[in-house]
C-alpha cells in the first residue's frame, strides 16, 4: 500500500471516509471554535499534529488506526469501521484512492447493500408467511372448511 505522504493528507482521508464535508467541517465535529490548528499543519509540511489534535481525532473516531495515522503505514481504520463487510485488500486499495472519496464511497455502498439485504429477507419473511396462509386455506378448502 502506497503511504500518505503527510499528516494532512492523511487527515483529508479521515474525513472523507467518515463523510464530513472537508476542513471546516472536521474542526466542527471536533468542537474547535477555528479550523486554523488543522489548517497549519496542510500550511506547513513539516508541522506536527499536538497531542490534542491526536487525541480528539482519536476519541472522536474510535476506529481510527492512530499507528497509521502518525506514521502513514497500514490500513487507515480497524475492521469495525467496515462492519466486516470490507476486507483488508478493499482497506489497502481504498486508502491508496482516498483523496479521490475511494473511502466514502465504500462506505455509503456497505451502507446500501445492508438495507438491500434487510429488504429482502423482510420479502422472503412476508412470502413465507403468505405460502403458510395459502397452504392454511388451500387445506380448508380441501376438508370443507374455512380457517
Known sequence: MKEKSNIFERIEVITEFNGI??????????NYSSPEKIYRI??????????????????????L???WFITGKGAPFS??????????????EAADSA?????Y???LENEHLRDLNQTYLRIIEALSVTQKSLHEITKGIDTGTEH
Open 79 to 92: 475492521e469495525h469501521a467496515y462492519d466486516g463487510d470490507v476486507d483488508e485488500k478493499q482497506q489497502h
Open 105 to 107: 464511497r465504500l462506505k
Open 21 to 30: 464535508k472537508g476542513i471546516n467541517g472536521l474542526a466542527e465535529a471536533l
Open 42 to 63: 496542510g500550511r506547513d509540511p513539516k508541522a506536527k499534529p499536538s497531542f490534542e489534535i491526536i487525541s480528539d481525532l482519536a476519541n472522536k473516531f474510535e476506529d
Open 99 to 103: 483523496p479521490h472519496g475511494e473511502f
Open 65 to 67: 488506526n492512530l499507528r
